[in-house]
């Protein structure tokens, strides 16, 4: 099925949903929550350890690092161009949350990390995310798998390959980190939040700066 028909299937959103805990986040694998289960700790300030810097480039093929983040707030998650299913419900999910934002939304970019750098070139991610039904303005980035490695290390984001040959499939955690316009991390948003909600805790974050 091409990659632009997933789409059609999109119509059932499966977005965000907060899970601050006291201590510790804990982000569950999108195809087996047995494997792959990251804990976010806590810095001696009560701050978690989310985010950091990195070396990518985006799907112009422009070096960007973790100063692509300063001056908005963000939305980055991890996923890859041959995702069936939680990748293209999530991007257009964000598209929702937009909508839900408003004027807010001029305020909030969307950051696509791929874990899958060997298919996603500059060019894939490109073509990708300028699909109908995406939101625009999508920032996508990939590099060299030390390079992505790096940056999902710093995120705790989890991700495998699964099977051989060009029918691999990826492994991947689902989790939309809302980082601030100081490129720090402001909370986690798991995929079983609607839009609604998830607009609400950006909103929310917004107001305390």
């Given amino acids: 099925m091409p990659r632009r028909s997933i789409l059609l299937f999109a119509g059932a959103i499966v977005a965000m949903a907060v899970a601050i ?12 929550a047995d494997q792959g289960a990251v804990t976010f700790t806590e810095t001696g300030t009560g701050q978690p350890q989310v985010g ?22 963000s939305l980055v998650f991890f996923g890859f161009t041959y995702c069936p299913d939680y990748c293209p419900t999530t991007l257009a999910a964000l598209e929702a949350t937009q909508r839900q934002l ?33 939101p625009e303005g999508v920032i996508g980035l990939t590099g060299t798998p030390e390079q992505v490695r790096t940056a999902a290390d710093a995120y705790r984001a989890y991700y495998s390959q699964v099977g051989e040959g060009e ?6 955690s689902l989790t939309v980190y809302l ?31």
Avoid: C
């Fill in 21 to 32: 805990g006291i201590s510790t986040w804990v982000v569950i694998s999108a195809r087996n």
């Fill in 52 to 73: 950091g810097p990195f070396q990518l480039v985006d799907q112009d093929g422009k070096p960007v690092d973790q100063s692509i983040l300063n001056g908005k707030w």
């Fill in 102 to 134: 408003g004027d807010k939304a001029r305020d909030v970019q969307i950051v696509f990390i791929t874990v899958d750098p060997a298919r996603d070139t500059p060019q894939a991610m490109k073509d990708y995310l300028s699909s109908d039904g995406f």
């Fill in 167 to 172: 029918g691999y499939t990826m492994n991947h």
């Fill in 179 to 209: 980082m601030g316009p100081d490129g720090k991390f402001r909370a986690p948003l798991a995929h079983d939040l609607g839009p609604q909600q998830a607009a609400s805790v950006i909103e929310r974050n917004m107001a305390r700066g």
